[in-house]
């Protein structure tokens, strides 16, 4: 056991660790939430028959107190098998619980395998709310994204945007998945309906979105060539890839773009 020494006058003295221990209510709550993913109190409440809610509530907290049980929002926690270090079984689960909306960008790409590294940000697309939560090693990241919070399924219990609109919000929003060029690589390996990609562009994409997103998927390599040329079409006038990007870059005559980002090999 390891104990904190303090010297006081030429003398060490040890304090020895505090001991929690647990009540028969604890450990009875303890023992009904043991395998669950995440403790709702209000389903807590019904399945502890013959104790009252404020008694669960009071339990509960203590239970925090004493690094049992992790709070992640209010009504909502999580167990620990190590004293104040959540488990977390499921982090979208998780996530669509911290904020309502769908698991979206680099979250999406890795729901679909097709991820080149493992995220430890786990990112929900919101209509209105934007904000982060840092639970255990994971970090919870909300992105409003307003009437473009749209396109999701419930796919292996987690409500996720479906492949084709993971491309749009991920070119939208490139910074949420990595940058343009690992977006790129993404949809290379992927195989979405090309018709309904094409539809997220021309329901909620500007000109110079549809514009940037012809070039991405040019550079994907597997788009086909309808749907670029359509995409070209709409080229009208000179637009950079990264608008908020350095200032310089190489221009792309048949897109009309100037390619500011780099990495695209790799780099």
Not at 67 to 85: D, N, Q, V, W
Not at 177 to 194: D, F, H, M, Q, T
Not at 216 to 235: D, E, F, T, Y
Not at 236 to 259: A, H, Q, T, Y
Request: aromatic share 12%; proline share 4%; net charge positive.
């Amino acid at each position: 056991m390891c104990r904190k020494s303090y010297l006081v006058n030429n003398q060490y003295y040890y304090l020895m660790p505090k001991i929690y221990y647990l009540s028969p209510n604890e450990q009875h709550v303890l023992d009904i939430a043991k395998d669950a993913e995440i403790i709702v109190a209000e389903d807590l409440i019904q399945a502890t028959e013959g104790m009252h809610p404020q008694v669960v509530r009071n339990t509960l907290s203590s239970l925090v107190k004493k690094g049992h049980l992790f709070r992640a929002k209010r009504g909502i926690y999580l167990r620990c098998e190590e004293p104040f270090s959540p488990v977390i079984d499921n982090p979208p689960r998780l996530a669509l619980v911290m904020f309502k909306g769908y698991i979206a960008f680099a979250s999406a790409l890795q729901h679909y395998e097709l991820l080149e590294y493992e995220s430890f940000t786990v990112f929900v697309a919101t209509r209105n709310k934007s904000g982060s939560r840092d639970i255990g090693e994971y970090r919870i990241q909300a992105v409003a994204m307003g009437n473009k919070a749209q396109g999701m399924v419930y796919d292996r219990d987690v409500y996720v945007s479906t492949l084709e609109k993971t491309i749009f919000d991920c070119i939208y929003k490139p910074v949420h998945a990595g940058g343009y060029p690992l977006v790129a690589r993404a949809i290379s390996e992927s195989k979405p309906n090309w018709k309904e990609v094409i539809r997220w562009f021309d329901l909620l994409g500007s000109q110079s979105l549809r514009q940037r997103g012809g070039y991405v998927l040019a550079k994907a390599g597997n788009a086909p060539r309808w749907l670029l040329k359509q995409l070209k079409s709409r080229a009208k006038r000179n637009i950079w890839l990264n608008p908020s990007g350095r200032r310089k870059g190489k221009f792309d005559k048949e897109w009309l773009v100037m390619d500011n980002v780099e990495g695209w090999n790799g780099g």
